[in-house]
């Protein structure tokens, strides 16, 4: 069984549900955020510094990972 529930209410109620007294859900807000951020970094610095090239694009790497995982 799969819930979906909007990242906005997910937000809220990890929001409130980190007020209460319990050590258990005091950081629940914070790892939400940090689960719902798209993260996007830059491999210029990277690839300059390792002298590193692509050598499979994004598409044949997805493609290569649903492979190797059936």
Known sequence: MS???LGSLALDLSRNLSRLPNRRLA???QTDKKWM???VYDSQLFNR???FTVQTSIKEGIWKEVEWSE
């Open 49 to 51: 510094t390792f002298d």
């Open 3 to 5: 819930l979906r529930i």
């Open 27 to 29: 950081g629940i807000h």
């Open 37 to 39: 951020a798209e993260d």
